[in-house]
């Protein structure tokens, strides 16, 4: 059924609206600065913003639901320190990342037991994993960085520059255009959604929703365990302090994107868009020398006014005023 439009006519896409706003902020950048529309420097914000994105398309999945992952960051950490210890130690590039890539994805199957099984709260449940990963990086690398003897193959992975183009943006678009199929053409996309709108309902129509809320933590904890490869292969190195604040640009890039905290309603382009606007900011303000606790302020107020709006808009949507982007 076609959606009903506001007296207006208009339908408000939050989608252009962040579009706008990523080329308005772009242009005050290169405003400010004569170097932010440098091709170096434009590659630097797409390898940054790769990271994000990697992870945000299955987190993307994961919030439609109304369940979130704070661990994100810790895994990166994690994955990355166990990573280089293996290379460190001899072992071939590939057996290393499987290892330490098996491992963080456990973050998932943990985070996706205690909340679908055991009924922990998200929140909860990988706040936990968030400490316990951490701590584990820094157990493992005993506090310093991994970083004396490693093969040079190493920087392969993310230095590489295909056509041009930074491998990493590469494996962006890759799981952009995955988790977008996902999202749009297949059942764990359209359960995700029933499952964030109704809960209850999704689970009496026949949909196992203990079971797409698990597979979608185990994708999340497989791609930001992907993300710690690529972070050890981008700095040549493992570094326990590593993916400090990631989750939280994760989540702030998903909600910047349209998806909101409450399930129900999402969009993987959305997510793509909110990660350049997080990058964008985030390169620009370090351009402009502004302090880091200034950046944060920023961050902050930007998040809140994203859910302000992202819920006004949502519940004039779910009221009939305005049907809510969930492409």
Same mark, same amino acid.
């Given at each position: 059924?076609?959606?009903?439009?506001?007296?207006?006519?208009?339908?408000?896409?939050?989608?252009?609206?962040?579009?706008?706003?990523?080329?308005?902020?772009?242009? %005050?950048?290169?405003?400010? =600065?004569?170097?932010?529309?440098?091709?170096?420097? @434009?590659?630097?914000?797409?390898?940054?913003?790769?990271?994000?994105?990697?992870?945000?398309?299955?987190?993307?999945?994961?919030?439609?639901?109304?369940?979130?992952?704070?661990?994100?960051?810790?895994?990166?950490?994690?994955?990355?320190?166990? @990573?280089?210890?293996?290379?460190?130690?001899?072992?071939?590039?590939?057996?290393?990342?499987? *290892?330490?890539?098996?491992?963080?994805?456990?973050?998932?199957?943990?985070?996706?037991?205690? !909340?679908?099984?055991?009924?922990?709260?998200?929140?909860?449940?990988? +706040?936990?994993?968030?400490?316990?990963?951490?701590?584990?990086? @820094?157990?493992?690398?005993?506090?310093?960085?991994?970083?004396?003897?490693?093969?040079?193959?190493?920087?392969?992975? =993310?230095?590489?520059?295909?056509?041009?183009?930074?491998?990493?943006?590469?494996?962006?678009?890759?799981? *952009?255009?995955? %988790?977008?199929?996902?999202?749009?053409?297949?059942?764990?996309?359209?359960?995700?959604?029933?499952?964030?709108?109704?809960?209850?309902?999704?689970?009496? =129509?026949?949909?196992?929703?203990?079971?797409?809320?698990?597979? +979608? @933590?185990?994708?999340?904890?497989?791609?930001?365990?992907?993300?710690?490869?690529?972070?050890?292969?981008?700095?040549?190195?493992?570094?326990?302090?590593?993916?400090?604040?990631?989750? %939280?640009?994760?989540?702030?890039?998903?909600?910047?994107?349209?998806?909101?905290?409450?399930?129900?309603?999402?969009? !993987?382009?959305?997510?793509?868009?909110?990660?350049?606007? !997080?990058?964008?900011?985030?390169?620009?303000?370090?351009?402009?020398?502004? +302090?880091?606790?200034?950046?944060?302020?920023?961050?902050?107020?930007?998040? !809140?006014?994203?859910?302000?709006?992202?819920?006004?808009?949502?519940?004039?949507?779910?009221?009939?005023?305005?049907?809510?982007?969930?492409?």
């Amino acid at each position: 059924m076609a959606a009903e439009k506001p007296a207006g006519g208009i339908v408000i896409d939050q989608r252009l609206i962040l579009l706008a706003f990523l080329v308005v902020i772009n242009v %005050f950048f290169a405003l400010m =600065s004569p170097t932010f529309f440098a091709l170096s420097n @434009y590659f630097n914000v797409l390898r940054a913003c790769a990271m994000i994105v990697i992870t945000g398309t299955a987190a993307t999945l994961l919030m439609m639901t109304s369940n979130f992952d704070l661990s994100t960051g810790s895994n990166i950490a994690f994955t990355s320190v166990v @990573y280089a210890l293996l290379a460190q130690n001899g072992l071939a590039l590939l057996p290393a990342a499987l *290892v330490a890539m098996a491992g963080g994805t456990a973050f998932g199957f943990i985070n996706g037991g205690l !909340v679908a099984r055991f009924n922990i709260p998200p929140f909860i449940a990988s +706040l936990g994993m968030m400490y316990i990963g951490r701590g584990l990086a @820094y157990v493992i690398s005993d506090g310093t960085t991994i970083v004396t003897n490693l093969p040079p193959a190493i920087f392969g992975l =993310s230095q590489s520059t295909p056509l041009g183009v930074p491998s990493l943006a590469w494996f962006m678009l890759l799981f *952009v255009a995955v %988790f977008l199929v996902l999202q749009k053409k297949t059942l764990l996309g359209k359960y995700a959604l029933a499952i964030g709108g109704n809960p209850n309902a999704a689970f009496f =129509s026949g949909i196992n929703t203990r079971r797409i809320v698990f597979v +979608l @933590y185990v994708f999340v904890g497989a791609l930001a365990a992907f993300c710690g490869i690529l972070t050890a292969s981008r700095f040549g190195a493992g570094d326990p302090r590593s993916g400090m604040g990631f989750e %939280f640009d994760v989540i702030l890039a998903i909600i910047l994107g349209g998806t909101s905290l409450k399930g129900g309603k999402g969009s !993987v382009i959305g997510t793509l868009l909110g990660a350049l606007v !997080v990058t964008v900011l985030d390169n620009g303000l370090n351009m402009m020398n502004v +302090l880091t606790f200034w950046q944060s302020i920023v961050k902050g107020i930007i998040l !809140v006014l994203a859910i302000l709006s992202n819920e006004k808009l949502f519940a004039r949507a779910r009221a009939g005023a305005l049907p809510p982007a969930r492409a």
